[in-house]
């Protein structure tokens, strides 16, 4: 069971903590977990939509699905001419909105700089915990800052969507498969890494067999930093 909220007396180390996360990993249910022992905002749908407000696009076009990634392609495909979509057809643009934007790069670029800016400003509000969007790239070497990966093997990820979906096993681990090569993607093109690496973080948790509690529990222990007397 998850403890209450810490006072608002007790010293933090961290005010703002990155949850980064494979598909299935348990990630949002542990940032869940996180914000509501530590008392902080839970931010994630809410990084695109304020980015999309900065470029100027409807909302209501960005707020139509919750899902990460589709709030990505969407905010994407408002930025990217409906020529270049065409030419590279639209079965390989959904699959890969990220490498499809090769031909749009100074519209890419501008969507990068707004999805940075907005975690800026978030970080700067404090008492937060922003699920996704690469935040812990974004906010590299920034004081005040938690970078945690949450993740898991693909079998063991595979197995949760089949359980928590019904779907069948080929199509489960044929969706982790997409999802990471999205995610190497998207930190390829918004970042410049040819890898996702652990050094990139504070601190990696395997959930294949760590329950979700004890993930917060070992991730509020961090944020609190060492004891003090």
Request: aromatic share 4%; charged share 25%; glycine share 6%.
């Amino acid at each position: 069971m998850l403890q209450s909220p810490l006072s608002p007396e007790q010293a933090m180390s961290a005010q703002v903590i990155c949850i980064s996360r494979s598909l299935a990993a348990g990630g949002e249910e542990i940032g869940q977990g996180v914000a509501a022992r530590l008392g902080f905002r839970v931010i994630d749908s809410e990084i695109i939509e304020r980015a999309a407000e900065k470029a100027e696009l409807d909302p209501a076009r960005v707020a139509q699905t919750e899902q990460r990634q589709s709030l990505i392609r969407r905010l994407i495909a408002s930025m990217v001419p409906a020529a270049v979509t065409a030419k590279l057809g639209a079965r390989y643009y959904a699959a890969y909105p990220v490498v499809a934007l090769t031909l749009g790069q100074s519209r890419e670029e501008r969507l990068r700089g707004l999805i940075r800016e907005v975690i800026e400003e978030v970080a700067a509000e404090g008492r937060a915990v922003i699920v996704a969007h690469a935040a812990s790239m974004a906010l590299a070497g920034r004081d005040g800052v938690l970078r945690v990966l949450i993740t898991a093997s693909p079998e063991e990820r595979a197995e949760r969507l089949v359980w928590a979906s019904g779907l069948d096993r080929g199509i489960a681990e044929q969706a982790v498969r997409n999802s990471d090569l999205e995610r190497a993607h998207y930190f390829r093109r918004f970042y410049h890494l040819d890898a996702e690496l652990p050094t990139h973080y504070d601190l990696v948790l395997n959930t294949d067999r760590l329950p979700p509690e004890e993930a917060v529990a070992i991730i509020v222990a961090a944020a609190q930093g060492p004891a003090t007397p």
